[in-house]
């Protein structure tokens, strides 16, 4: 009786172990950022912008971007959502020396602005913003002026969906 009970209780805790690990597993890889560009998207205007990691100086600092973007026509893509909440994490700059306008970015959810900025020269500027259960985001990426853009990249470090965040604020 006390074999059956002890084997019992081992198969209890292998069921258990099994079913943890396979649920925790799930969750891990749900919450796994998602690099815009890897979800459906439909691009905007010319292809000026490249797939490439490259070190760059931004306020005296080194970064590695993920996305450069050609400055003088501006990048633009629509994306669709993979659901539930969720945030947009943005991060990017423009290198030292280069003498470029910060870029502005718009981003639009399911065709409604939701947020705007102009980025700060000399530093790596961070935009989070919540896409939670919307189906489409659409992000622009535009010189802040008329003058001054081609020649020139913008570097993105983060252009990410981060499944299961929101983000403060409402939209």
Known sequence: MKRVRWLSGLLSAGVLSFTLATVGAQVAQAQRPIF?????????????????ARDVSIGREIYTSRLLIWASNGAGWTCQLPGGPASLRIE?????????????????????????QVGKD?????????????????????????TNCSNKWYYFFWLAIIPGAGSPGSR
């Open 36 to 52: 815009l560009l890897e979800l459906n998207c439909v691009h905007r205007g010319f292809p000026n912008y490249q797939e490439q």
């Open 122 to 146: 000399g530093r790596v500027n961070t935009m989070l913003v919540d896409v939670s259960n919307g189906k489409s985001v659409a992000v622009d990426i535009y010189c802040s002026r008329a």
């Open 92 to 116: 990017y700059g423009v290198a030292d020396g280069d003498g470029l306008p910060p870029a502005k970015i718009d981003v639009y959810v399911d065709g409604n602005q939701v947020a705007s």
